[in-house]
């Protein structure tokens, strides 16, 4: 009696574990980045610089290789000068490589000429599927890259799905 019970605790427990594991999956590939909270150490720089034409987006988003091509190519920053003086440049490039280190995903390529993006890793796509391409090119949201325009808490890291709210 006592072996069967604990067998059928731990088939309990694998079940338990399998549906966890699936938490962070939305169909077919594509775990959603995790630690996306702002840290409290982040330079009072990044938040001006990099939040001046967007939201400053959390480093855990993208993984470290893609944050240095970022940091490479500011000077033609999609279409923008986005250039820093050499210490500012220091100061955040030194930030995201060591905030977004629990990011393990593949560096995703963009267009040509274009640093990596979050709005085309195989995670984001997933997540949005519910999205119709004519939603995220209302005046009230203007492209994908806008977080802030369906998540309020986006600035802060909070993704909640509890939190999503698409405008008209
Ligand atoms: C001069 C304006 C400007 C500044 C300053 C700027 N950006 Fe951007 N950034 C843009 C534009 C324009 C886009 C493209 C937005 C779009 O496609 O809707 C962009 C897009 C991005 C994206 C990709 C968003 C996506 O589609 O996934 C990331 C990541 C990003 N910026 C990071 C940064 C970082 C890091 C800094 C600070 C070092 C920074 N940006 C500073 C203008 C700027
Ligand atoms: C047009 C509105 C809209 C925009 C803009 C948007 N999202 Fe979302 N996001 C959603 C919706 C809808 C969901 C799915 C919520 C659900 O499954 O109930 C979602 C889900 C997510 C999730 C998964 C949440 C979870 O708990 O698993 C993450 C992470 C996320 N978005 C990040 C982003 C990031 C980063 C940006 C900007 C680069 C962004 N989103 C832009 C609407 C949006």
New binding site residues.
Partial sequence: MKTSYSLLLAATLALIGLAHADD?E?GSGGK?PKQ?AISAKAPAVWKTECSSCHMA?PPC?LPPAAWQQHMDTLKNHYGSNATLDAGDEKTIRDFLRVASAANKQPVVRAKAGEPPR??TTAW?IN??D??RAD??RRKS?GS????Q???SG?DKGD???DG?S?PR
């Fill in positions: 962070d939305h959603r996306l987006y988003l979050i709005t984001f997540k949005h519910e999205v939603v995220w949201i994908a890259a806008n977080c325009a369906c998540h986006a993704f909640d799905e999503v698409i």
